[in-house]
C-alpha cells in the first residue's frame, strides 16, 4: 500500500502567480500534479475588516511525507502574508493513482536537497 496521499488547497491572487506555484512544486518533485481551478471570490476577514477579492485555487496532490518541504515551498513563494494552506488526506483512491502520486514525489538523487 502507497503511504498516504495528501490534497492540499491554496489560493493564490492570480493565474501567473499560480501557474508559477503550480510549475515549481512539479519540477520540484513537492506534488505530483497541481490543479489550476477557475477563478473564485472570497469573502474573509483580515485585521477586523470584511474583504473580498478574486483568487485562483491549487489543488495539489502531494504524499504525507513531502508534505512539510511542499508547505515550506509554498510559505516561501506566496505573496500574501498569512496564504491559506490547508491538506485533507484522502482516505480512499484507486491504488494505481495512490501509487504514482508517491512514485512522482519521490525525492531525486540528482536535484539539489534531494527535492
Known amino acids: 500500500m502507497a503511504e498516504p496521499v ?16 503550480a510549475h515549481s512544486l512539479v519540477e520540484r518533485r513537492l506534488a505530483a500534479c497541481v490543479n489550476i481551478l477557475a477563478p473564485i471570490r472570497s469573502v474573509y476577514r483580515w485585521q477586523g475588516a470584511i474583504e473580498q477579492t478574486n483568487e485562483v ?15 515550506a515551498a509554498l510559505l516561501a513563494e506566496h505573496p500574501y502574508e498569512v496564504p491559506e494552506i490547508l491538506a485533507v488526506e484522502a482516505n480512499r483512491g484507486a491504488a494505481a493513482y495512490l501509487q504514482w502520486v508517491a512514485d512522482a514525489t519521490e ?7 534531494g527535492l
Open 6 to 21: 495528501l490534497i492540499v488547497m491554496c489560493n493564490f491572487p492570480d493565474a501567473a502567480s499560480a501557474e508559477r506555484a
Open 57 to 71: 485555487p491549487l489543488m495539489i496532490k502531494t504524499t504525507a511525507s513531502r508534505y512539510a518541504a511542499l508547505e
Open 107 to 113: 525525492p531525486d538523487e540528482h536535484l539539489p536537497d
